[in-house]
């Protein structure tokens, strides 16, 4: 019998754009991992909508499992990285209305686990920075220098270039003009292969006419999708979460005399400061015992992976942790590995090859000991009481 495994990508989620793929190795990981447990697997990845609303994405993993599931039998197990992990688990809630002619019900019965990845399941502080007036008009921008530095493994000149030029004419951004941006735009398109660059641009354009997403995000928002929806009773529910090392002098010696390693930490550093200014945040006594257990201590409520803090990322049974941002344990960090990326976001947090195989050994350990015997409390799979705004 073989187990399907649907892997769904995060927010500005692509399957691939060109030779880049968004879970760099993991596919490859998960099967050897799987084959070593005798669990004959195949994983497939999920094309998303990148900024598209929650709604609308969960309609897309259920349109995809439905089609899993009429072609094959066996087992489906759903893997979703960031906001994957939130789209994964609407598609699965019974009571969610979603924009399919698939049935949840239908479908649940045939998902057996869903394991979630650095998820923002209490929202992250980051969405409300982007869905501010300031934010918005730096959304594509941003999405189009990280498909710029995981295209050339490193910042192009003219980033800096351009970005000195924006920066001189603040008046561009404080008045919602683009014009400095679109010839930052078109600068680095022409740096794509025709076949990428027709893939970046409808990335873009995807990401202008709807930005749906980043409203859904914030911790007000997530926390109306957590009061709205449940989980299904048959599925097994687990979570990896990040913990990315705090920027400042000693990071910034780690990454050495590399000045585009350098610059990427100040932007790295900039978002650990925006995610981490989340509210106080309880943790289950089962999930503290586990936190102990992976780290040493429990994570701060300000402690975060770069995008999202790590006491968000919670949910379920906690399969593993890391000391790594919110891309590494997806394949994108420092390595010499055929077919893994390279570390778009400096954050000096030493996350390694070793780690990676743990993180994703373990995930397919979760996967393969699925029996009804092992599924958790229901109470485990609940959220603890938040304190009052």
Same mark, same amino acid.
């Given at each position: 019998?073989?187990?399907?495994? *649907?892997?769904?990508?995060?927010?500005?989620?692509?399957?691939?754009?060109?030779? /880049?793929?968004?879970?760099?190795?993991?596919?490859?990981? +998960?099967?050897?991992?799987?084959?070593?447990?005798?669990?004959?697997?195949?994983?497939?990845?999920?094309?998303? /909508?990148?900024?598209?609303?929650?709604?609308?994405?969960?309609?897309?993993?259920?349109?995809?499992? &439905?089609?899993?599931? #009429?072609?094959? #039998?066996?087992?489906?197990?759903?893997?979703?990285?960031?906001?994957? &992990? +939130?789209?994964?688990?609407?598609?699965?809630?019974?009571?969610?209305?979603?924009?399919?002619?698939?049935?949840?019900?239908?479908?649940?019965?045939?998902?057996?686990?869903?394991?979630?990845?650095?998820?923002?399941?209490?929202?992250?502080?980051?969405?409300?920075?982007?869905?501010?007036?300031?934010?918005?008009?730096?959304?594509?921008?941003?999405?189009? *220098?990280?498909?710029?530095?995981?295209?050339?493994?490193?910042?192009?000149?003219?980033?800096?270039?351009?970005?000195?030029?924006?920066?001189?004419?603040?008046?561009?951004?404080? $008045?919602?003009?683009?014009?400095?941006?679109?010839?930052?735009?078109?600068?680095? /398109?022409?740096?794509?292969?025709?076949?990428?660059?027709?893939?970046?641009?409808?990335?873009?354009?995807?990401?202008?006419?709807?930005?749906?997403?980043?409203?859904?995000?914030?911790?007000?928002?997530?926390?109306?999708?957590?009061?709205?929806?449940?989980?299904?009773?048959? *599925?097994?529910? %687990?979570?990896?979460?990040?913990?990315?090392?705090?920027?400042?002098?000693?990071?910034?010696?780690?990454?050495?005399?590399?000045?585009?390693?350098?610059?990427?930490? &100040?932007?790295?550093?900039? +978002?650990?400061?925006?995610?981490?200014?989340?509210?106080?945040?309880?943790?289950?006594?089962?999930?503290?015992?586990?936190?102990?257990?992976?780290? %040493?201590?429990?994570?701060?409520?300000?402690?975060?992976?770069?995008?999202?803090?790590?006491?968000?990322?919670?949910?379920?049974?906690?399969?593993?942790?890391?000391?790594?941002?919110? +891309? #590494?344990?997806? %394949?994108?960090?420092?390595?010499?590995?055929?077919?893994?990326?390279?570390?778009?976001?400096?954050?000096?947090?030493?996350?390694?090859?070793? #780690?990676?195989?743990?993180?994703?050994?373990?995930?397919?350990?979760?996967?393969?000991?699925?029996?009804?015997?092992?599924?958790?409390?229901? $109470?485990?799979?609940?959220?603890?009481?938040?304190?009052?705004?």
């Amino acid at each position: 019998m073989t187990h399907h495994v *649907v892997l769904i990508p995060g927010f500005f989620g692509f399957e691939a754009l060109g030779e /880049l793929r968004y879970f760099a190795g993991v596919a490859d990981a +998960l099967e050897r991992s799987l084959e070593e447990r005798g669990v004959a697997a195949e994983v497939s990845e999920l094309p998303t /909508l990148p900024t598209a609303s929650i709604r609308v994405r969960a309609a897309a993993v259920l349109d995809r499992v &439905g089609a899993i599931a #009429d072609a094959n #039998d066996g087992p489906i197990h759903l893997v979703g990285h960031s906001t994957g &992990g +939130l789209d994964a688990r609407l598609a699965l809630a019974p009571t969610a209305s979603l924009p399919s002619e698939r049935s949840q019900k239908e479908i649940f019965e045939r998902v057996q686990t869903l394991v979630t990845v650095s998820t923002p399941h209490l929202g992250t502080p980051l969405a409300s920075f982007f869905a501010s007036a300031a934010g918005k008009p730096l959304l594509r921008l941003f999405a189009l *220098v990280m498909a710029a530095l995981l295209q050339e493994r490193r910042l192009p000149l003219k980033v800096p270039l351009y970005l000195g030029r924006i920066l001189a004419r603040v008046d561009d951004l404080v $008045g919602l003009r683009n014009t400095t941006i679109d010839e930052l735009y078109e600068g680095l /398109l022409s740096d794509f292969g025709k076949e990428q660059r027709q893939q970046v641009a409808e990335l873009l354009d995807q990401i202008a006419s709807d930005q749906s997403l980043i409203f859904q995000l914030t911790p007000a928002a997530v926390d109306l999708l957590n009061s709205a929806t449940a989980d299904p009773e048959g *599925v097994r529910y %687990g979570s990896v979460v990040t913990r990315a090392g705090r920027p400042g002098l000693q990071a910034m010696r780690d990454i050495g005399r590399d000045v585009y390693g350098q610059a990427l930490h &100040g932007l790295f550093a900039a +978002l650990s400061l925006l995610s981490g200014r989340a509210r106080e945040t309880p943790v289950l006594a089962a999930h503290e015992a586990r936190l102990l257990a992976i780290f %040493g201590d429990v994570p701060e409520s300000h402690e975060n992976d770069g995008i999202v803090p790590t006491r968000s990322q919670l949910w379920g049974e906690l399969i593993e942790g890391c000391c790594g941002d919110h +891309l #590494d344990v997806v %394949g994108h960090y420092p390595t010499e590995r055929e077919g893994l990326s390279s570390d778009w976001l400096p954050s000096a947090s030493g996350f390694t090859d070793a #780690d990676f195989d743990r993180i994703w050994s373990s995930v397919a350990t979760f996967i393969a000991e699925e029996r009804a015997s092992d599924r958790p409390p229901r $109470g485990l799979r609940g959220l603890p009481e938040q304190p009052d705004p």
